[in-house]
């Protein structure tokens, strides 16, 4: 699922395609908005929060989505303002996003055509209520207030959770909005904690610092748009053990464990090693695991 620091980067390329243009057609293919015509506002920034997109228009109406899974914004030049060499290949970019069968929405100005495709949510609110959304969730880790007022609150939000798995707890976009399966498994790793400990067993400096350090990285993530938990993005090793169960660890060569975590129905997976992290998932049944199969390198977010 993307995290905040994809959401932040997907936000700045939107922006940088359409901000301070009129919509010249919009295309909703939603049952709840197949009616809806935006055509006539103004782009305004891309506002986000935690996993949450919200993209303004005059008149007071925002675009809000959410990418769940699987979903993505990209954005494409018009075939018209592009070089006559590049007029062909975005001719068929263009007709492929608009024949797509997971295409969800088509915004477009003069020069650019905004694709979100398999989004998980997406509806047109007034901008006044973007609150009601916002109010239900933790700070957000990537926020400006975040080094003011967030940690301390999201500190806060976990301690009164003593007996539940870390893990579980950082997933909770109502403790605090942003973290992923990736970013929690990596710097849980980076800190030697177990994600199936409790919170009351983890020392707050050790949270206080998990926390600094993924939101050190993502703000790094968001503007390179490869995510990586090492610092390098350009040589492919950009994480530990995240998506790397089967595989041995990079810093002790014990192998890389997943696990299950959360409530019944709404399980997620996270990577640890026993070794370096002391121990196992409670639901772990100590056989071997396979290593996944990844998509290719390189199939973060490109818009």
């Given at each position: 699922m993307p995290e905040g620091d994809t959401i932040v980067w997907t936000a700045r390329r939107l922006d940088a395609s359409l901000s301070g243009k009129v919509l010249t057609r919009t295309d909703f293919r939603v049952p709840s908005l197949?009616?809806?015509?935006?055509?006539?506002?103004?782009?305004?920034?891309?506002?986000?929060?935690?996993?949450h997109l919200f993209h303004r228009l005059s008149g007071g109406v925002t675009i809000h989505s959410h990418l769940k899974m699987e979903g993505r914004w990209s954005t494409l030049v018009a075939p018209h303002a592009?070089?006559?060499?590049?007029?062909?290949?975005?001719?068929?970019?263009?007709r492929r996003a608009e024949r797509g069968h997971t295409t969800r929405a088509l915004l477009y100005?003069?020069?650019?055509?905004?694709?979100?495709?398999?989004?998980g949510l997406l509806d047109v609110i007034?901008?006044?209520?973007?609150?009601?959304?916002?109010?239900?969730?933790?700070?957000?880790?990537?926020?400006?207030?975040w080094l003011e007022s967030g940690l301390d609150a999201a500190l806060d939000n976990l301690r009164g959770q003593p007996q539940r798995l870390l893990g579980e707890a950082l997933l909770d976009q109502r403790n605090l909005a942003g973290l992923g399966t990736f970013w929690i498994s990596e710097m849980l790793f980076v800190h030697g904690v177990l994600p199936w400990l409790t919170v009351a067993e983890v020392p707050e400096e050790t949270l206080r610092a998990v926390l600094d350090d993924a939101r050190r990285l993502m703000l790094a993530s968001a503007t390179t748009g490869v995510q990586s938990s090492t610092g390098r993005a350009g040589d492919g090793e950009t994480k530990r053990v995240?998506?790397?169960?089967?595989?041995?660890?990079v810093r002790c060569t014990d192998t890389?464990?997943?696990?299950?975590?959360?409530?019944?129905?709404?399980?997620?997976?996270?990577f640890s090693c026993p070794t370096c992290q002391g121990g196992y998932a409670p639901n772990d049944d100590r056989r071997p695991q396979r290593p996944?199969?990844?998509?290719?390198?390189?199939?973060r977010r490109r818009v």
């Amino acid at each position: 699922m993307p995290e905040g620091d994809t959401i932040v980067w997907t936000a700045r390329r939107l922006d940088a395609s359409l901000s301070g243009k009129v919509l010249t057609r919009t295309d909703f293919r939603v049952p709840s908005l197949a009616t809806t015509d935006l055509a006539g506002r103004e782009s305004l920034p891309v506002a986000t929060y935690g996993k949450h997109l919200f993209h303004r228009l005059s008149g007071g109406v925002t675009i809000h989505s959410h990418l769940k899974m699987e979903g993505r914004w990209s954005t494409l030049v018009a075939p018209h303002a592009a070089p006559p060499r590049e007029t062909k290949r975005l001719e068929t970019q263009v007709r492929r996003a608009e024949r797509g069968h997971t295409t969800r929405a088509l915004l477009y100005v003069s020069d650019a055509l905004a694709v979100g495709s398999k989004l998980g949510l997406l509806d047109v609110i007034p901008t006044s209520e973007e609150q009601a959304i916002t109010g239900r969730l933790g700070p957000d880790i990537l926020a400006e207030s975040w080094l003011e007022s967030g940690l301390d609150a999201a500190l806060d939000n976990l301690r009164g959770q003593p007996q539940r798995l870390l893990g579980e707890a950082l997933l909770d976009q109502r403790n605090l909005a942003g973290l992923g399966t990736f970013w929690i498994s990596e710097m849980l790793f980076v800190h030697g904690v177990l994600p199936w400990l409790t919170v009351a067993e983890v020392p707050e400096e050790t949270l206080r610092a998990v926390l600094d350090d993924a939101r050190r990285l993502m703000l790094a993530s968001a503007t390179t748009g490869v995510q990586s938990s090492t610092g390098r993005a350009g040589d492919g090793e950009t994480k530990r053990v995240h998506a790397r169960s089967g595989l041995p660890c990079v810093r002790c060569t014990d192998t890389v464990r997943v696990a299950m975590i959360g409530e019944a129905g709404r399980e997620r997976t996270l990577f640890s090693c026993p070794t370096c992290q002391g121990g196992y998932a409670p639901n772990d049944d100590r056989r071997p695991q396979r290593p996944l199969v990844e998509r290719p390198a390189g199939g973060r977010r490109r818009v």
